[in-house]
Nanobody, 126 residues
Framework: QVQLVESGGGLVQAGDSLRLSCAAS??????YAWFRQAPGKEREFVAA????????YYADVVKGRFTIFRDSASITVYLQMNSLKTEDTAVYYC?????????????????????WGQGTQVTVSS
C-alpha cells in the first residue's frame, strides 16, 4: 500500500523556521513536491525535486526561504522553511509522481502527481 505521511507542522512566529517531513512507503517515486492550501484558496505549488539528479523548482514566493531535500536512506523528503511569514500559513501537502524528467511549470502542476499525503497544518503568527 502506497502512503505519504507528512509531519512537522505546528504553530510558529513570523521569522521562525520549521521543517516538514514526508515519509514515503510502498514504493519509490521519481518526483516529489510540496503544495499548500490556505483557507478559502486553491492548493498551490511550493517546491519540487527529482528523486535522482538534484533538479529542484520553487514557487517565487518561497524562493530563497524554503529548501526541498531528501534522505535516500529513509525515502523521506523534507521541506525546510526559514524566515516564515504569516502568509505561509496553510495546510502543507506532500505529493509524489511516477513521472520522471518533469521540468519547471510541469513540476508545479497538480495533475502530474499520483499520490498525496493527508496534509500538515502550518500556522505562522505575527
Amino acid at each position: 500500500q502506497v502512503q505519504l505521511v507528512e509531519s512537522g507542522g505546528g504553530l510558529v512566529q513570523a521569522g521562525d523556521s520549521l521543517r516538514l517531513s514526508c515519509a514515503a512507503s510502498g514504493r519509490t517515486f521519481n518526483t516529489y513536491a510540496w503544495f499548500r492550501q490556505a483557507p478559502g484558496k486553491e492548493r498551490e505549488f511550493v517546491a519540487a525535486r527529482w528523486w535522482s539528479g538534484g533538479i529542484t523548482y520553487y514557487a517565487d514566493v518561497v524562493k530563497g526561504r524554503f529548501t526541498i531535500f531528501r534522505d535516500s536512506a529513509s525515502i523521506t523528503v523534507y521541506l525546510q522553511m526559514n524566515s516564515l511569514k504569516t502568509e505561509d500559513t496553510a495546510v502543507y501537502y506532500c505529493a509524489a509522481s511516477l513521472r520522471s524528467g518533469l521540468y519547471s511549470s510541469n513540476l508545479a502542476r497538480r495533475s502530474e502527481y499520483d499520490y498525496w499525503g493527508q496534509g500538515t497544518q502550518v500556522t505562522v503568527s505575527s
